[in-house]
Nanobody, 122 residues
Framework: QVQLVESGGGLVQAGGSLRLSCAAS????????MAWFRQAPGKEREFVAA????????YYADSVKGRFTISKDNARDPVYLQMNSLKPEDTAVYYC???????????????WGQGTQVTVSS
């Protein structure tokens, strides 16, 4: 059984920060790698960031690298997305995803959360 629940979204001004959380339940082998995706209105879903079980390998989309940081809590197994220097183009629904592959190409995992809305105003 796998369940993913996102939280932490909201409305912020450009240049501000938000920290998203993904609370995960299920077997670790089914959950990792875990990732964040986002989808803006009228746009296709796009990859944002991913992290491996031990946290030593992370992957980022070029559009967020240097601004966003993905991390995990080894004790509690949540996954976080720290978003700094937010831009209006970051506005989207952000989804947690589990079980994908990101070593060379992006392969979306089977499991998804319900999404959390992030809105960045100018």
């Amino acid at each position: 059984q796998v369940q993913l629940v996102e939280s932490g979204g909201g409305l912020v001004q450009a240049g501000g920060s938000l920290r998203l959380s993904c609370a995960a339940s299920g077997r670790a082998s089914s959950l990792y790698p875990m990732a964040w995706f986002r989808q803006a209105p009228g746009k296709e879903r796009e990859f944002v960031a991913a992290i491996t079980w031990n946290g030593r390998n992370t992957y980022y989309a070029d559009s967020v690298k240097g601004r966003f940081t993905i991390s995990k809590d080894n004790a509690r197994d949540p996954v976080y997305l720290q978003m700094n220097s937010l831009k209006p183009e970051d506005t989207a629904v952000y989804y947690c995803n589990a079980g994908g592959s990101y070593s060379s190409t992006i392969t979306v995992g089977k499991y998804w959360g319900q999404g959390t809305q992030v809105t960045v105003s100018s």
